[in-house]
C-alpha cells in the first residue's frame, strides 16, 4: 500500500515507502482468534427466504449448523433476508413437498430444505431449494463430505442458491489471507494467515519474527506471493504453496523489493524494485527470476496490478501527488485514469476487468472508492478515516479492506454499489492486508 500519503516531497518519499510501510505493524500488537462478522448496513431490497434447519439423521447433536451457516452467508450478502428461525411456519425436509400457500402467505419468496445423513465414514448431505410463487423446485442435489468438509457443503450451498437466483456465482466456499501480528514491542510474531470467506478456521500458514506485507494470491489459489522482512537489511518477494507447505524466495534485490500481483496466467508477478535507484515497475518471471522493468521514471512507482494481460494499473506520484495510471504490460507511455481528488492509490481490478477499487483520500480521511473503467464513473463506498489495502471477492459482487475500530486494526466488507457493508474483526486484537482468493474451479 502507498503508505506515504504523499505528504512529503517526492524526493523525500523513497526511504518512506521501505520505512513506513511497516508503521502499522509496529503501532499495534494483534492476537490470532477467530474473526466475528458484523453485518453494519443491509441491503434495503433484501429478497425474503426461509431457511428451514436440515433434517438430522445420525444420533447425538448435528457436528455442524448447515441450515445455519447457509443463513448466515446468504444474509452477510446483503441480497437476502432470512426468516427468523422462530418465525418458520414448518420445518419440512428433503423429500417433503411444501405447502406453497402456506409460505407465501408467510411472506417467503423462497424455501431451502435440506437433511444430513451420517454414515460409517462421511456425511450424506441433500438440498432443495423452491420457489414459492411459482410453486416448482429450482434445484437441488446431494453429496458425500467428510467432517472436514461439512462447513464447506454448507457454503456451497449458499453458493448454489445465491447463483440460482441472482444468476451471479457465490463466493461463499472461498479464502481471506491477512496478516495478524501477536505480541508487544521486540517480542512479536508475524503471522500470514488464511480463513474462510465467513472468518471462520483461521489457520497459520507462516509464522515469522520479522513482518510480512502485500499477500497475493495465484490464479490457481494454491500459490500466495508475499513480502517478508526475515532479512532486516533487505525485503524479499516469497512464493509460498499453501498445500505444499513450500516456499520459495523469488528476489530479494537491493533496495525496495515490493507489492507483488499474479499475472492472469500465473507465471508473472508485477512487483516494485528500486535496485537501480528509483522505484519502478517490472515483471518478474516466477520460474526463472528475470526481470523486465516496465516504468522509467523520476518518481515513485508502485502497486501494480494486472487489469488483464496485457495492461497494468499502478500508482504513482508522477503528477505531484499519488495517483492510478494505466500502462501496457510490455511497457510504454503511462496514462492517468484517475483524476478525482489529490490522493488515489493500492488499486485493485474486479476478475472481469470491469471495475477498479482503491483507496480515495480526501479532508475526512481516506475510503474505498471505485471507478468503472468503461464509463468512467467515480463512487466513494466507505466513510471511514483510514481505509486501505482493497480486495475484490472473486465474483465482483464484495471489496474487502483494512480499517480501523477502536484503535485497532480491523477488516471491512462492502458492496459494490455501497449498499451493503460489513466490519470483520478478531474478538482480540486485530488484521490488516487481506486478500481474497480467487474461484479455484
Not at 414448518?90 to 408467510?106: E, I, M
Not at 523486465?292 to 497494468?312: N, Y
Request: net charge neutral.
Amino acid at each position: 500500500m502507498f503508505i506515504s500519503r504523499m505528504s512529503k516531497p517526492a524526493s523525500k518519499t523513497l526511504k518512506a515507502l521501505l520505512g513506513l510501510c511497516c508503521l502499522w505493524l509496529a503501532s499495534t500488537s494483534y492476537v490470532h482468534a477467530v474473526i466475528e462478522i458484523e453485518i453494519t448496513q443491509g441491503g434495503e431490497s433484501a429478497i425474503p427466504i426461509a431457511i428451514v434447519p436440515f433434517g438430522w439423521n445420525g444420533g447425538g447433536n448435528p457436528p455442524e449448523d448447515i441450515a445455519g451457516i447457509v443463513s448466515a452467508d446468504l444474509q452477510r450478502s446483503g441480497n437476502f433476508s432470512p426468516f427468523n428461525r422462530a418465525d418458520l411456519i414448518a420445518s419440512p425436509v428433503s423429500g417433503d413437498k411444501p405447502r406453497y400457500g402456506n409460505w407465501r402467505l408467510a411472506g417467503a419468496e423462497f424455501l431451502l430444505i435440506g437433511s444430513v445423513n451420517k454414515s460409517a465414514e462421511s456425511y450424506g448431505v441433500e438440498f432443495q431449494l423452491f420457489d414459492i410463487s411459482q410453486q416448482k423446485l429450482l434445484t437441488g442435489f446431494n453429496f458425500k463430505v467428510s467432517d472436514q468438509t461439512l462447513r464447506n457443503a454448507a457454503h456451497q450451498i449458499a453458493d448454489e442458491v445465491f447463483e440460482e437466483i441472482l444468476g451471479i456465482r457465490g463466493a461463499f466456499n472461498t479464502q481471506i489471507a491477512f496478516v495478524s501480528v501477536e505480541g508487544k514491542s521486540r517480542q512479536k510474531s508475524y503471522k500470514l494467515q488464511l480463513a474462510d470467506a465467513d472468518g471462520k478456521n483461521p489457520k497459520a500458514m507462516l509464522t515469522s519474527p520479522r513482518p510480512i506485507l502485500s499477500p497475493s494470491w495465484a490464479p490457481d489459489g494454491i500459490r500466495i506471493a508475499y513480502v517478508s522482512f526475515e532479512n532486516r537489511n533487505r525485503s524479499a518477494i516469497y512464493v509460498q504453496d499453501r498445500q505444499k507447505g513450500s516456499r520459495k524466495k523469488v528476489i530479494s534485490k537491493a533496495g525496495i523489493n515490493g507489492a507483488p500481483s499474479w499475472s492472469p496466467d500465473g507465471t508473472r508477478l508485477a512487483v516494485t524494485l528500486s535496485f537501480e535507484g528509483n522505484p519502478d515497475i517490472y515483471i518478474l518471471n516466477v520460474n526463472d527470476g528475470q526481470t523486465r522493468q516496465i516504468t522509467r521514471s523520476p518518481a515513485i512507482d508502485t502497486e501494480a496490478v494486472w487489469a488483464d494481460d496485457q495492461t497494468l494499473i499502478f500508482t504513482s506520484d508522477r503528477s505531484g501527488g499519488p495517483q492510478l495510471y494505466e500502462v501496457p504490460a510490455s511497457g510504454g507511455r503511462a496514462t492517468r485514469i484517475t483524476f478525482e481528488g489529490n490522493y488515489n492509490a493500492s488499486a485493485t481490478v474486479s476478475a472481469d476487468g470491469k471495475n477498479i477499487a482503491f483507496v480515495h483520500g480526501s479532508e475526512v480521511g481516506y475510503s474505498i472508492g471505485t471507478l468503472d473503467r468503461e464509463s468512467g464513473l467515480f463512487q466513494v463506498l466507505t466513510d471511514g478515516s483510514l481505509d486501505e489495502s482493497p480486495s475484490f471477492a472473486p465474483n465482483g459482487q464484495m471489496i474487502i479492506y483494512a480499517t480501523e475500530k477502536g484503535g485497532r486494526g480491523t477488516l471491512g466488507a462492502v458492496s459494490l454499489d455501497g449498499s451493503v457493508s460489513q466490519s470483520l474483526s478478531l474478538d482480540t486484537g486485530g488484521v490488516r492486508e487481506p486478500a481474497w482468493s480467487p474461484f479455484t474451479n
